[in-house]
């Protein structure tokens, strides 16, 4: 190929690796973000200004929180004080 005199092959490598490890983190945000947006209302701002806007999105994402903890205690087979 005319390009590969230009690049080294062993820059598109460590681009690879660089991608895939981008690719795994990028996966997990947008799972979170979609979950948010689909299941809590986040879709469109319920209120008006910046700080009222700011709160929303805190608690949202603290009940987003929540819940993968809870989650993930009950997998690990801890009991959760609400359900007993």
């Known amino acids: 190929m005319l390009w590969s005199v230009y690049v080294k092959p062993e820059v598109f490598e460590h681009r690879a690796s660089?991608?895939?490890r981008a690719m795994k983190v990028r996966?997990?945000?947008?799972?979170?973000f979609g979950e948010v947006k689909t299941w809590h209302r986040m879709a469109r701002a319920r209120y008006r200004g910046?700080?009222?806007v700011t709160i929303?999105?805190?608690?949202t994402l603290i009940v987003s929180n929540a819940k993968k903890l809870a989650k993930w205690l009950s997998s690990k087979g801890?009991?959760?004080p609400q359900t007993g």
């Open 56 to 59: 929303q999105v805190i608690m």
């Open 78 to 80: 801890e009991v959760c």
């Open 27 to 32: 996966k997990t945000i947008e799972r979170l």
């Open 50 to 52: 910046l700080e009222k």
């Open 18 to 20: 660089g991608l895939k």
